[in-house]
């Protein structure tokens, strides 16, 4: 019998038996359908992940952090410079593998006003023009401040959505966009002009959110307004989405105005020490928080540079320590941060997610296998005189274990191919129930994946009753009633 | 040379220590365009004897020669081969296919020799219009009497241009009338050159061959020729209807 014949043979029965069969495919379209789905769901989870990467900077930004100093170089503290201008330019001048520095001055416990309304920014950081590449940022409306408002160390500012949300009001609030480019606000009551603002900054998902929500009228709030705090706003408990709130809650200013209006200034509660003291006004770790104290402090909150290229990351970190070690005089009180933590992150919250939707599909489908294997036991039971009827008129082994496999295969594969239909349509349903969360997204490859993996289940359910049916003697189960 | 030969045929099964004979040290020949009953009681042993005849079995010893060449010892799959060529089966039960049509089920041992569905298709209507069921090709065998099925059946056995075609109880699920139709029809196609082996306990049966091998315990207890003992010069009912 030709493999052409013993298809058509499987395909009839298949069909004389409908309803059974479909039962049988059943396990198979699901498996096929949920390892699909849940791979699109997983796609669009990495994807979803990978732009907050981005959002942060990307794997080529290094923070350079203050640590403290070493017990074999505690007796040095004393001497300890902490990170300064000085390294910035060294570095400019001494580390080729870093393409790019970017000094950051951070000031907390600030609070801006404007008529009446007030916010605690989370990020108010003096720094250079560069920052706004290196940190991701796009200004939407305005200007960046440039070197020359710097050197002036002029009372300008570059706010993010956030800071204006707070000030000025959301767009959701008012209904139409406020640019308050030009607008003057105080920061602990000195005068500050805005001159740029950078764009609102969201993951797809809340972007998609939003605008699902812009066709809806506002829901009437209940009880007062109130915030809810940071990292609890609408989008909280979305991986990575926090990323984006911290992001949009910033204000830049020039490195030199901040250097002037906030640091040396001289403090009402000056802690006593020397602008090179270590102990309290170490600025990343600002002790008296919302009270804004201010201390002569040349130092820098933090360096960030930007490796030219990432895979000598390694020598190019290695190529800043030494620069460092020498304006630090030997004393290594500083560290690299790097961001292959929240790559790991990702790529171990990606690996997870995926193997296990993996083992949940696979078991699935393997469900489904036994399933066939299940009804292809009982249909060769039914069938036993059929077959000693075909092998009494000539059917060999094979040709009756062709006949079993290929049924068995056959409902695999009408199974598979269901299940991949099955399987769009079920992340239609997914995308229709919430739109808001990141899309799933089909690829090929799991297509292919969970058919091929289908039509191997398929193979396997079929071969032990294939093998039981043609095995069986003529004679026997033509006595068989 | 005989159709097929048996020489010092046995078959031994063991049934819990016990050694059964179904066939003891048989010798036989059958010649091509005899038309043979093969008669006894159940458990005589005519079952294994037919179902070695037919290559559904082999025998535990002696040899076995099916137009020439040696079968004791043939593989399943070249016995398969053999009886898909060489032998048909017609049986008690009819045996078609339910889920196939009258035509489906006169093809199958075609699909199994792998002709192209034209042949087949050719052939199988050939087949049936010899047993007369060509107006009934469509049909599934539910639809069809006993005596259809049973010439449906026939054709399935004839269609291969089989060297011998065995007949097992072929109206043992017949009335009388129907049976005697079908035993004509037999007559018929042995007068064509077709050679017939009619397996049966029933001697009124028998009657109608020429040639009667009778079974007991496993021997051949009479094997009588009519032929070439000049009793009979037909089958009795072509001579006269005394049987009703």
Known sequence: ?481 | MALIELRGVSKIYHLGGEEIRALDNVDLDINGGEFISIIGPSGSGKSTLMHILGCLDSPSKGSIKLDGTEIGSASARELARIRNQKIGFVFQFFNLLPKLNVLQNVELPMVYAGCSSRERRERAMDALKLVEMDNRAKHRPMQLSGGQQQRAAIARALVNSPKIVFADEPTGNLDSHTGETILKLFHELSLKGSTIALVTHDPEIAAVTPRKIEIRDGKIARNVDAKLSGQLDGPKFAVGNQQN
């Not at chain 1, 004393?78 to 001048?93: E, F, K, P, S, W």
């Not at chain 1, 032990?464 to 189960?477: M, S, T």
């Open chain 1, 1 to 481: 019998m030709n493999p052409f014949n013993a298809i058509a043979v499987g395909f009839k029965e298949i069909w004389a038996n409908k309803f059974r069969s479909l039962l049988t495919m059943l396990g198979i379209i699901l498996g096929v359908s949920s390892l699909v789905a849940m791979s699109a769901l997983v796609k669009g989870m990495e994807n979803g992940m990978k732009e907050a990467l981005i959002a942060i900077g990307g794997l080529e930004k290094v923070r350079v952090e203050e640590q403290d100093i070493p017990v074999w170089q505690q007796h040095l503290a004393d001497q300890a410079v902490g990170t300064t201008m000085n390294d910035v330019h060294a570095l400019i001048r001494s580390a080729p593998l870093i393409t790019m520095v970017v000094p950051e001055m951070r000031t907390r416990g600030i609070t801006m006003t404007r008529a009446g309304k007030s916010i605690s920014p989370y990020n108010f950081i003096g720094t250079w023009p560069n920052a706004v590449e290196l940190n991701q940022h796009v200004v939407a409306h305005g200007r960046m401040f440039n070197e020359i408002d710097d050197e002036n160390a002029r009372n300008v500012c570059v706010i993010g959505t956030a800071v204006r949300n707070a000030l000025f009001g959301s767009p959701e609030q008012i209904g139409r966009e406020i640019i308050p480019i030009g607008e003057f606000v105080n920061i602990n009551s000195q005068r500050f002009k805005i001159i740029g603002m950078f764009e609102h900054y969201e993951s797809e998902q809340d972007k998609k959110l939003r605008e699902l929500q812009k066709d809806k009228p506002p829901e009437p709030k209940s009880g007062p307004d109130r915030s809810k705090g940071f990292g609890s706003s609408k989008s909280s408990g979305r991986s990575g989405s926090y990323i984006f709130d911290f992001k949009n809650n910033t204000i830049y200013i020039p490195l030199n105005t901040m250097w002037l209006r906030f640091r040396a200034a001289t403090g009402t509660s000056g802690a006593g020490t020397g602008s090179f003291g270590r102990s309290s006004g170490s600025s990343s770790s600002s002790a008296s928080g919302s009270t804004a104290e201010f201390v002569p402090d040349p130092r820098l909150s933090t360096l960030s540079i930007k490796i030219a290229d990432i895979d000598q990351m390694d020598e190019a970190l290695q190529q800043a320590k030494n620069v460092m070690l020498h304006t630090h005089k030997g004393i290594e009180d500083f560290s690299f941060r790097t961001q292959e933590n929240m790559s790991e992150g990702i790529t171990n919250a990606i690996k997870n997610a995926r193997m296990s939707g993996g083992i949940i599909s696979a078991i699935s489908l393997l469900v489904g296998g036994i399933g066939i294997m299940n009804i292809m036991l009982a249909s060769i039971t039914e069938r036993v005189r059929e077959i000693g009827i075909r092998k009494a008129i000539g059917a060999t082994f094979f040709d009756v274990f062709t006949q079993i496999l290929v049924e068995s295969v056959v409902i695999a594969i009408i199974g598979g191919l269901a299940g991949l239909v099955t399987s769009n349509l079920l992340v239609q349903l997914l995308v229709a129930m919430s739109p808001a969360d990141n899309t799933p997204v089909i690829t090929v490859e799991s297509m292919m994946l969970a058919f091929a993996f289908s039509v191997v289940v398929g193979i396997l359910a079929g071969l032990f009753p294939a093998f039981k049916a043609a095995k069986l003697n003529p004679i026997q189960a033509l006595r068989y009633e």
